[in-house]
């Protein structure tokens, strides 16, 4: 089974203000709630290079953008049907899941008082409903397609719809001429070898929160493009060892200044992190110093 050849997609993937690539974790959640179309077109305006989303499956078919399997947690649901526990995402038809309110839970990545989360405010139309509505992968990407924008599309289902989850995102991807900005990650071996087999071109990494004894063996037995491993996990080793290879990694999730600014330094292909705007800020101060010789 042969990977995507790398350089070209690393060729396709880079940053104006230089390594590492800023990915708006679940779209930015210190922007705006997470797995928003209004969060992910935050994190365009701030600078961030790609966002980072999550997919399930709706009752009937159809890939939606949230993290959770049940709605509990980032959606008006239990209140809306308080009898539909335990709230499964598999068990909501689309047009249910899309009168959901899941502007319920603001973020608080950054502190009260901090100036973006002033703007933010500011800015916000309570009127629009991407700050409230449930997408679609479809919509996802027609948005990042018409941002000239990049998105990691990670899967995640369980064992009764994550086959069918696999085909319908790459069938998606492939219908909306997205090959070419999209990343698709997934903790799950099986999703990664079907997005392979089905498309072989799409990029494709794999998610650790373990960490793996031999990362660049896990990625070549898979057929993967890239490691994502939980930033906690990373080693200078392993990172040494991925980069010999030509393994981008993409660490996850880093949101203290102190943090990203390490992880930077590390020599990471990209950070995904809620708060892209400060990861931005950072490589544009580096960057300035760099070019004024300091």
Not at 199 to 224: K, T, Y
């Amino acid at each position: 089974m042969s990977a995507t050849p790398i350089s070209d997609w690393k060729i396709r993937w880079h940053s104006p203000w230089g390594p590492p690539l800023v990915g708006a974790h679940r779209g930015g959640r210190a922007l705006a709630s997470e797995n928003t179309l209004a969060a992910a077109m935050l994190s365009f305006a701030v600078g961030a290079d790609f966002w980072e989303m999550d997919v399930q499956l709706s009752a009937d078919g159809v890939p939606v953008v949230i993290h959770d399997p049940t709605l509990k947690r980032t959606s008006n649901a239990t209140q809306v049907d308080a009898k539909r526990s335990p709230w499964r995402v598999r068990d909501y038809l689309l047009a249910d899941l899309e009168k959901l309110d899941i502007d319920v839970h603001p973020p608080n990545a950054d502190p009260p008082g901090d100036p973006i989360q002033w703007i933010l405010q500011a800015i916000k139309d309570p009127e629009d409903e991407t700050h409230h509505r449930l997408p679609t992968l479809r919509q996802a990407l027609l948005l990042t397609q018409a941002l000239g924008w990049r998105i990691n599309v990670e899967i995640k289902g369980d064992g009764k719809t994550r086959a069918r989850l696999t085909e319908q995102t790459v069938r998606i991807v492939m219908e909306t001429g997205m090959a070419r900005s999209v990343l698709v990650s997934s903790f799950h071996k099986d999703a990664v070898l079907r997005v392979k087999s089905l498309e072989p071109s799409l990029p494709v990494g794999i998610l650790s929160q373990n960490p793996f004894q031999d990362p660049v063996a896990a990625v070549r037995r898979l057929g993967a493009d890239t490691y994502h491993p939980k930033a906690a996990i990373l080693h200078e080793e392993n990172l040494r060892r991925c980069r010999e290879e030509d393994i981008p990694v993409i660490a996850w999730t880093v949101n203290e200044r102190e943090d990203l600014e390490r992880f930077r330094d590390m020599g990471v292909f990209g950070i995904i992190t809620d708060r892209p705007h400060v990861l931005v800020q950072l490589k544009k101060k580096r960057e300035t110093l760099q070019r004024n010789g300091s």
